[in-house]
């Protein structure tokens, strides 16, 4: 059998990364009716790619219904936006969930959205829910933070991009300077936003301290003698 032609093989990477982005807009899973509908493709062809995806783990079968795998999960986890960056906001989240109660979100600039890469659902989850991979317009405040001129204060949104849902959100920056992240709390509309700010900002900045750290040059150990 001959080699397919290197147009034939995008072909099928793109249709196989459709129905992955099919299945995780879908949320928790979905039938090949469904996945073809969504992304133009005949059944025939979302089955057969389905089985390959499952063959590698990319997809998991329960039924008659399909949802993301463990490899994927695998694949998705290796991904940096900066060195160390998830690995640094995971417990300054934590605990800003745990004190505020607000959804704790950490986005980076990809393609001029705003993308989750890391994130903590708090009291708000029902009315906006939060989870990591999600994109969204550059007119929220975590938004702003991402593309804004340096400042030092923590921006506000008041109901502004979404009627019920408020936060304060500031930038992540590296030891240089550069800004490789924005951190938002999201609340409910409503809450007084400065005790929020206030959480926010010493959030930021302990994330800011922990990618410091991972940056500063590994000295070598001092030989006794």
């Known amino acids: 059998m001959g080699t397919p032609a290197p147009h034939q093989g995008r072909g099928v990477l793109e249709g196989a990364f459709a129905l992955l982005e099919a299945l995780r807009l879908h949320g928790d899973e979905a039938g090949v009716t469904e996945l073809a509908v969504a992304c133009?493709?005949?059944k025939a062809t979302v089955h057969r790619l389905l089985d390959q995806l499952a063959a590698v783990g990319a997809v998991e079968r329960r039924g008659t219904r399909y949802r993301t795998g463990p490899q994927l999960f695998r694949l998705g986890q290796g991904w940096q936006p900066h060195p160390g960056l998830r690995a640094a906001a995971r417990l300054p989240l934590h605990r800003l969930r745990a004190a505020t109660g607000a959804s704790a979100v950490l986005t980076v600039l990809r393609e001029d959205l705003a993308m989750t890469v890391c994130s903590v659902p708090g009291e708000?989850?029902?009315?906006?829910p939060v989870r990591d991979g999600m994109s969204f317009l550059l007119d929220t405040a975590a938004g702003r933070a991402l593309r804004g001129p340096?400042?030092?204060?923590?921006?506000?949104?008041r109901e502004t991009v979404m009627d019920g849902v408020a936060c304060a959100a500031v930038p992540v920056r590296t030891p240089d300077g550069r800004t490789v992240a924005a951190l938002a709390g999201v609340v409910r509309a409503g809450r007084p936003l400065e005790a929020l700010a206030q959480a926010v900002t010493d959030a930021g900045l302990a994330i800011s301290r922990a990618l410091s750290r991972h940056a500063a040059p590994q000295l070598p150990p001092v030989v006794r003698r």
């Open 40 to 42: 133009g493709v005949p």
């Open 124 to 128: 708000p989850e029902p009315l906006v």
């Open 150 to 157: 340096r400042r030092t204060a923590p921006l506000l949104d």
